[in-house]
């Protein structure tokens, strides 16, 4: 799948949508806080906060509901089911909450960094990683620039990734109409470890939402089931968004590279199966800046920016087709054939295999 280039329109939407849910933490806090005694020096300051947030939500659902205009008409059914779910995700408490925390962590990562948080050109990654899957893999998300970045205005995200699995056509589900999670090709297949190291966090029993193209309004956790494994002092890979009960590994356990982890689910605020995967500073995520780091040995099929072949190490970047597991001596007419099922993670079938048995 070719990359797409992102307009600065699209750059603005995509950063004011993924800033939602923390402006109506922000409206509710400024909206909480203008009742107590103590800030009346600061009411002024807080209604115009309140209003700007309020503001800015109002242009986030015109735009959404200018968008989802021709939809309406066709099927009003999924545009309402769309619509309620982001309103009950938003709204919902644990989401809320969340979002304060990630304002709270983002300021603190901020001040620890002093403002000059880790760069490509400056950062120097102490391990050695690997791509976290099998088989091949379509970047959906994520780069080391703020055109490709998976969300460049969050230290937290800034170099994470969002992986799934499509087929020759860049579909990623089997059926167009009302497809499952169990109908997306990434659907079930093996996670594994980016590197050696010590499995710090491993958190399961987090619901799958049964239903792709809307976010579950009932999670919990944003980032549903997930892993988070130490490899170096302040270098720590998450790998989210996992099956429940496929995580096969416990805290305090080491693991190899290319050791099985969990399954590939859509659990916590995902749209349709995929891996989220980050190193981060910090074994929390909301006090984690990430990092970029390169990822070794794998085969870049498709890229606008980039010539197709295999990558000794070098980063990801959105619109690129990748293939972890075959080492450079693999030829290059394998490596480009793309109707291979040998070379194409299993797409379909889920049954790809890991390094290491489960």
């Known amino acids: 799948m070719a990359e797409q280039i992102e307009s600065p329109a699209q750059r603005v939407w995509r950063r004011l949508r993924g800033a939602e849910p923390l402006l109506v933490a922000v409206t509710l806090a400024a909206w909480a806080a203008r009742r107590m005694s103590f800030v009346d020096g600061w009411r002024g300051a807080l209604d115009v906060l309140t209003l700007a947030a309020l503001a800015a939500l109002a242009l986030i659902w015109s735009i959404r509901l200018a968008q989802w205009g021709r939809a309406l008409v066709e099927d009003p059914r999924r545009v309402l089911l769309m619509a309620g779910s982001l309103l009950m995700t938003i709204l919902s408490p644990p989401v809320l909450l969340f979002s304060l925390a990630q304002l709270g962590g983002e300021l603190l990562v901020r001040l620890r960094y002093r403002g000059r948080l880790?760069?490509?050109?400056?950062?120097?990654?102490?391990?050695?990683?690997?791509?976290?899957?099998?088989?091949?893999?379509?970047?959906?998300?994520?780069?080391?620039?703020?055109?490709?970045?998976?969300?460049?205005?969050?230290?937290?995200?800034?170099?994470?990734?969002?992986?799934?699995?499509?087929?020759?056509?860049?579909?990623?589900?089997?059926?167009?109409?009302?497809?499952?999670?169990?109908?997306?090709?990434?659907?079930?297949?093996?996670?594994?470890?980016?590197?050696?190291?010590l499995v710090v966090e491993a958190r399961d029993g987090h619901r799958d939402c049964p239903w792709v193209g809307i976010v579950d309004p009932f999670a919990w956790s944003p980032l549903g089931?997930?892993?988070?494994?130490?490899?170096?002092?302040?270098?720590?890979?998450?790998l989210a968004h996992l099956q429940r009960g496929s995580i096969c590994v416990r805290p305090g356990q080491p693991v190899q590279a290319g050791q099985m982890v969990g399954r590939c689910g859509n659990s916590g605020h995902s749209t349709e199966p995929h891996l989220h995967v980050q190193v981060q500073d910090h074994p929390r995520f909301l006090l984690a800046a990430s990092l970029p780091v390169q990822f070794d040995g794998w085969w870049r099929l498709e890229s606008e920016s980039e010539e197709a072949g295999y990558v000794s190490a070098g980063y990801l970047r959105r619109g690129d087709?990748?293939?972890?597991?075959?080492?450079?001596?693999?030829?290059?007419?394998?490596?480009?054939?793309?109707?291979?099922?040998?070379?194409?993670?299993?797409?379909?079938?889920?049954q790809g295999q890991a390094d290491a048995p489960q």
Not at 229 to 234: L, S, V
């Open 118 to 197: 880790p760069a490509p050109g400056t950062y120097r990654q102490k391990v050695r990683y690997r791509l976290p899957v099998t088989g091949c893999w379509t970047v959906y998300n994520g780069g080391v620039t703020a055109e490709t970045s998976h969300s460049w205005g969050l230290a937290g995200q800034r170099y994470a990734y969002d992986l799934v699995v499509s087929d020759a056509n860049g579909r990623s589900c089997r059926v167009d109409s009302a497809p499952k999670p169990e109908d997306c090709y990434a659907w079930g297949q093996p996670i594994v470890a980016p590197a050696d190291g």
């Open 321 to 350: 087709r990748v293939c972890a597991g075959l080492g450079a001596e693999v030829s290059e007419g394998a490596g480009m054939s793309h109707g291979s099922r040998s070379l194409t993670g299993g797409a379909g079938n889920g």
């Open 225 to 238: 089931n997930v892993v988070v494994i130490r490899h170096a002092e302040r270098e720590y890979s998450l």
